[in-house]
């Protein structure tokens, strides 16, 4: 049995605000520790279940945060920035289920941290369904006939899996108190949930269905103001929608709207205030 994870860093054990997952700042380091830590549980879990390779993907921001020298030595480890399908990146049909670890809400949500890729995004939509980072991943997934097997995270990036893929296992970590606080589980607590819960997610994996994307599907990211829309419509094919911040490509299926996704929103952190 093959296993991917996908490890974001807002989801993370203890961790409320930005000082935890901006590696200029003091709490930093202390939080890649405990995001390796919380990997390696998710890892002796599944392998204990019969797994025999796992995949992790680093998948927050420049996505080198995972320290691999502490991390489980049977596990394998994509790191480092300029992926061409960034948080999924290395995920193809040969794997048999997928959990994303560190998860958070999407944008506009209740949630500790909560955003889509970057805070320049207010939306992303798939043919009209909003949708955040874990919909768009969990739907690359499904592209490959992948299931979402469990999501850990906050208890609002729980609800928002729940809501995406109908009997999916979740691990909530931490509840949010506001956008930037959180009650959480001691790192250990944590990580006997987490051991778990992937164990339930593994012995029910038969009973999860890959969430499938829709054929050629139309991407709309609404970002927050119209300079960020103006950079993104630079990619060809995309097109603004009058008097709206959203920028509209229409693929030829979800890998290439992933790609457009990526490409657009970095265009879009191009945007000065004035």
Known sequence: MKLYLSVDMEGITGLPDYTYVDSSKHNYERARKIMTEET?????SAFQQG?????????????????????????????????P???MQGLDDSFDGAMFIGYHA?????????????????????????IGEMGLNAYLAGYYNVPLLMVAGDDQAAKEAEELVKGITTAAV????????????SPKKA??????????????????????????????????????????????????????????????DIKEAYQAMLVMTELAMNTTFS
């Not at 390696?40 to 002796?44: D, G, M, Q, S």
């Not at 691999?68 to 790191?79: C, D, G, M, S, V």
């Not at 931490?174 to 589980?185: A, C």
Request: glycine share 4%; charged share 20%; with cysteine.
């Open 106 to 130: 999407r944008a506009g949500q209740f949630g500790v941290m909560s955003h889509a890729m970057i805070h320049a995004v207010r939306n992303f939509f798939i043919n009209d369904h909003v």
């Open 40 to 44: 390696n549980y998710v890892i002796e």
């Open 191 to 252: 990580g006997e949930l987490l051991t778990k819960q992937v164990e339930t997610a593994l012995q029910n994996r038969q009973k999860i269905q890959p969430l499938v994307p829709p054929d050629r599907p139309v991407l709309r990211i609404e970002f927050t103001n119209y300079g960020q829309a103006e950079w993104a419509n630079l990619m060809p094919g995309t097109e603004i929608e009058p008097g709206t911040t959203i920028v509209r490509y229409e693929a030829k």
């Open 51 to 83: 797994c025999t390779e796992i995949v992790v993907n680093d998948s927050h921001s420049k996505m080198n945060n995972l320290l691999i020298e502490a991390l489980h030595p049977e596990a394998y480890l994509i790191t480092g920035e300029v992926k």
């Open 85 to 87: 399908y960034s948080m």
């Open 174 to 185: 931490k509840t949010s108190i506001s956008r930037s606080s959180v009650k959480s589980l």
